[in-house]
């Protein structure tokens, strides 16, 4: 299974942007997935994941209202649309493939490369 995330780049506070993880592989429905970020000089945090089927999404209280996670079955591809981005979004953005179930604690076995987005005040 490969992950490739994609969307990043330079906003202005106040912006929006759509992040895509585009992954191979025939059983991308069967699993849960996530996205997870990571500041510089901060440890990686969880943002958003999903069921698989799509029909539950779970959001880090830091983007709630702010961010949408879903994910296009037929497509083998999952976003993350980000409104209202402030400067604290700034991160390298990492999608990621549960192993099992869904959620912040589940385990995630497949990792995007990350795509980095920058935040201007």
């Known amino acids: 299974v490969q992950l490739q995330a994609s969307g990043g780049g330079l906003v202005q506070a106040g912006g929006s942007l759509r992040l895509s993880c585009a992954a191979s592989?025939?059983?991308?429905?069967?699993?849960?997935m996530g996205w997870f970020r990571q500041a510089p000089g901060k440890e990686r945090e969880f943002v958003a994941a999903?069921?698989?089927?799509?029909?539950?999404?779970h959001y880090a209280d830091s983007v709630k209202g702010r961010f949408t996670i879903s994910r296009d079955n037929a497509k083998n591809t999952m976003y993350l649309q980000m409104n209202s981005l402030k400067p604290d979004d700034t991160a390298a953005y990492y999608c990621?493939?549960?192993?099992?179930?869904?959620?912040?604690?589940?385990?995630?076995?497949?990792w995007g490369q990350g795509t980095k987005v920058t935040v201007s005040s």
């Open positions: 592989g025939r059983t991308f429905s069967s699993y849960g």
């Open positions: 999903i069921t698989g089927r799509g029909g539950m999404t």
């Open positions: 990621a493939r549960s192993t099992m179930g869904w959620g912040p604690t589940a385990p995630y076995d497949y």
